[in-house]
């Protein structure tokens, strides 16, 4: 499972090992940080509160990760991560590739 997603990402086992320690800290992070804010807002309806939070931790996630992968060393990846993440579920266009003549 490793080698297939090394082999996918083109990255060497070191940054392997990074891009999932960032995924991993800024996933944990995202769920925290979305806790803390829905106690903020005190909803008192369960199925309201899960409809927010899910739409709350979708928005914050990408942030997190990008936060989260500058100190380990990893942004150029998770950059275009997210771009490519924002551009297939349509938040984002898609990049003309240019032309090599």
């Known amino acids: 499972m490793f080698e297939k997603l090394?082999?996918?990402?083109?990255?060497?086992?070191?940054?392997?090992?990074?891009?999932?320690?960032?995924?991993?800290?800024?996933?944990?992070?995202t769920g925290l940080a979305g806790k803390k804010i829905m106690n903020l807002l005190a909803i008192g309806?369960?199925?309201?509160?899960?409809?927010?939070?899910?739409?709350?931790?979708?928005?914050?996630?990408?942030?997190?990760?990008?936060l989260v992968s500058i100190p380990f060393g990893q942004f150029r990846?998770?950059?275009?991560?997210?771009?490519?993440?924002?551009?297939k579920i349509g938040l984002l266009k898609a990049r003309k590739v240019k032309s090599q003549n």
Request: charged share 10%; with cysteine.
């Open 45 to 66: 309806s369960d199925w309201l509160w899960a409809i927010i939070y899910i739409l709350l931790v979708t928005i914050i996630w990408p942030m997190m990760v990008l």
């Open 77 to 87: 990846f998770f950059s275009g991560y997210t771009r490519k993440l924002g551009e």
């Open 6 to 29: 090394r082999q996918k990402w083109k990255v060497n086992m070191l940054q392997l090992v990074l891009i999932l320690c960032t995924f991993a800290i800024g996933g944990s992070l």
